[in-house]
């Protein structure tokens, strides 16, 4: 009986050995690469972003990936000295600061992130910095001025780019793109996301 289950074990172990077997997902990698960001004081400021990236594959113009973390490094001089790091398993699509407040509002990259945060309606996760962290708030706490993504919509830019100015980030190749829907571009309150 002992020698029947060890060998099931082993057959069973290695069908996971074959990509597409949970315990065999793509190993990760990071990408670093600073950002241009237009404030809505009109202040441009250079943003750090760091992602964890999972199943990173090349097509079309962009290394796309699954971003199952993602680091912000911002320096703004109103709310100290020191760097000010955002870190969570969302996309940041938007970085703003409105009436002294320094906000970041996230998106679940996948179904797994959405249901992690709590299974949010709509889908977008909003933070505020107080007291020197960060603070997640209700939907209905971001402010309607900061609705408009200033971040990179796509998950990471090309590889080879490590500086995004905004000129290029506003292209037709990047944030510019037609093929991006209006919620992609602005935070729409009606949205209803497909996870």
Known sequence: ????????????????????????????????????????????????????????????????????????????????????????????????????????????????EFDLYGKPRPPYIGFVFVDKQWKRIAFEEIPVAIYDVNMLIESIPPEDMKFLTLQKKESKEMNGDSAYQKDQKRIDPAYKSNF
């Open 1 to 112: 009986m002992l020698k029947k289950l060890v060998r099931l074990v082993i057959v069973l172990g290695g069908f996971c050995a074959f990509p597409g077997c949970a315990g065999n997902l793509p190993s990760s990698e990071y990408r670093v690469w600073q950002e241009e960001v237009k404030l809505n004081d009109g202040r441009v400021i250079v943003v750090t972003q760091k992602k964890r990236c999972q199943g990173a594959y090349t097509g079309g113009n962009y290394a796309r990936c699954i971003a199952r973390e993602a680091w912000l490094m911002i320096n703004l001089p109103e709310f100290g000295a020191q760097p000010i790091v955002w870190h969570e398993n969302l996309t940041p699509r938007i970085l703003n600061v409105h009436n002294g407040h320094l906000y970041v509002v996230g998106w679940p990259p996948t179904g797994y």
